[in-house]
């Protein structure tokens, strides 16, 4: 999909922005695209890509996989991030070969409904993987990869392929791919908005001037 010089400039915007404003910039347009019961293996790395979507699904029985996640993960493009539906999997859904496999590619990062292992080993490498936790058993032949660049779910959020991908301690946002201008454009807003907030609080701004502004965060459009 071709990306306009203007949607290129919005999205190197929001690479700026906190997931936290972001999060009330969702709030303003109408979209509930936040994800939850995530927590960064590494805190202090930030995520940001499009999104390269995997979906699994409980195996139907011993025959072939309709996808091998090697052979997956060899289609990845730099930049992109990995969105995994693991189905919130209690077991690990990734480790350390499938990031160093996608990091190979190019990815920029991990989003998965479900756990991850080797945390120490992805730690080390500087990989961003956003999980529901950590557990040292691997999913194995319980489930399989069902779908690829499809539209998914991933920890409450409905993530299409291209979607752009925003996280960072505070959680991960989903920014679809057709509205980037528009939240870019709010983002601004609210970050000057916030800029203002500081501005006043340090010119002695009482408590109903400071709530004001603050409301104008969640004013529709």
């Not at 203007?6 to 915007?13: G, K, L, P, Q």
């Not at 993530?159 to 791919?177: C, F, H, I, M, Q």
Request: charged share 25%.
């Amino acid at each position: 999909m071709a990306i306009s010089p203007t949607e290129s400039a919005s999205a190197e915007f929001l690479r700026t922005v906190p997931s936290t404003i972001l999060s009330d910039v969702l709030t303003r347009v109408g979209l509930t695209t936040r994800m939850v019961g995530l927590d960064p293996l590494r805190p202090g790395l930030k995520v940001f890509g499009r999104a390269f979507t995997m979906r699994y699904a409980p195996k139907r029985g011993f025959g072939t996989t309709p996808y091998g996640l090697y052979k997956v993960l060899n289609q990845v493009s730099a930049g992109q991030v990995l969105v995994v539906d693991g189905l919130g999997a209690t077991l690990a859904v990734w480790g350390e070969l499938a990031t160093l496999t996608a990091r190979r590619q190019g990815a920029v990062g991990a989003v998965l409904d479900g756990c991850t292992r080797d945390a120490e080993a992805i730690r080390d490498l500087g990989f961003p993987v956003f999980s529901r936790g950590v557990h040292l058993e691997a999913y194995g032949s319980g489930i399989e990869i069902v779908g690829v660049n499809e539209t998914i779910h991933c920890c409450g959020a409905q993530v299409r392929a291209n979607d752009l991908l925003v996280g960072d301690d505070d959680g991960v946002v989903v920014v679809p791919s057709e509205r980037i201008d528009e939240v870019a454009e709010a983002a601004r807003l609210l970050v000057d908005l916030e800029s203002e907030f500081r501005a006043r609080l340090d010119a002695g701004a009482g408590g109903d001037e400071l709530q004001q502004l603050v409301m104008k965060k969640y004013a529709k459009g």
